[in-house]
């Protein structure tokens, strides 16, 4: 087995392998001054099963074009199996034709991948479970739920509700209410454009009680808007939001850090905190390495990993 990395965020790959107590593979990206993209692997890989992980960040096509380099070169020096690990899987909002002559560009992602040779792929947390069928080959939808789940079950959560931002993360928030015996709040948003949303209605009770507010991604902070609903209706105390993936656009950092209302943000690792983020102190990042290790270490065992372990 050979745990490998791409340059986009290698140190969740060091984590994991410290946790199988793997060292991560030799391999070099090199970006050329035209833009072109060069990888080279730098050992032996043939009949190996290979896990490569790619955690796509800005810019977001470059981390897609280096991942699609890639396989093709575990391919030419016959791996056995590539296993694609991406975190954070990109264009996952854009899964479905909303108005007539759009691209279903996650359609085109999967297809790129799958076509390029990889084996198998993993992602967590992913906007829309539906999008695994758009593989033919096996794909393993994990979340980071337990995770969050234990995280939040070290605090202080007297008087607290989950809140669901729109119908569609019910579900998502479902899991969390269950897991942590709290009660469920679900808003029903209605999206104005790529970037707006407003608030239509909120079903359940959040009269005294703190808000925390999950989502699968949080980018431009449009979810932050929502919480002067739970305020109108009688929520107390500090918010707590509780996030997947971190994208955090530079105008997420400004409205969390200037909105007294959120008193902390939690999120894992499957994208790399860049610049305020990083000096943003009401943003808790946990690590989701070892979940990744543990998936990875039962796939190559040939080990079930539905148990606890795959909630999409």
């Known amino acids: 087995m050979h745990i490998f990395s791409g340059s986009c965020f290698p140190e969740l790959a060091n984590e994991i392998g410290q946790f199988l107590d793997i060292p991560i593979g030799n391999a070099i990206t090199t970006f050329l001054p035209d833009s072109e993209i060069h990888v080279m692997l730098n050992e032996v890989v043939r009949e190996h099963d290979i896990y ?82 758009f593989f033919n080959i096996p794909v393993d939808p994990i979340s980071a739920i337990p995770v969050l789940c234990e995280h939040l079950k070290k605090q202080d959560l007297t008087n607290a509700a989950i809140v669901s931002p729109d119908v569609g993360r019910a579900s998502l928030a479902g899991k969390y209410a269950e897991r942590l015996n709290l009660p469920l709040v679900v808003m029903h948003k209605r999206r104005e454009n790529f970037s707006e949303t407003r608030v239509t209605n ?24 929502q919480l002067n609903v739970l305020y109108e209706n009688g929520a107390k105390e500090n918010a707590w939001l509780s996030i997947t993936h971190p994208i955090l656009l530079p105008s997420a950092i400004e409205k969390i850090n200037n909105n007294p209302k959120i008193e902390k943000v939690i999120v894992t690792n499957t994208l790399p905190l860049i610049n305020s983020a990083l000096t943003c102190k009401k943003i808790e990042q946990i690590s989701i390495a070892p979940l990744l290790a543990e998936i990875i270490r039962r796939i190559y065992k040939g080990e079930s990993i539905s148990n606890q372990l795959v909630l999409s």
């Open 52 to 133: 490569f992980i790619q955690s796509m960040v800005r810019p977001i096509n470059d981390s897609i074009m280096e991942l699609l380099l890639y396989l093709d070169a575990f391919r030419r020096a016959s791996a056995n199996k590539i296993n694609v690990i991406i975190p954070y899987f990109p264009y996952a909002r854009q899964e479905r034709m909303s108005k007539g002559r759009e691209a279903i560009s996650a359609r085109v992602i999967a297809d790129l991948i799958e076509r390029q040779g990889a084996s198998r792929v993993i992602f967590i947390d992913i906007h829309n479970p539906a999008i695994q069928g």
């Open 202 to 225: 909120l079903v359940g009770d959040i009269e005294g009680m703190r808000p925390i507010l999950i989502d699968d991604m949080i980018a431009g902070g449009s979810v932050l808007k």
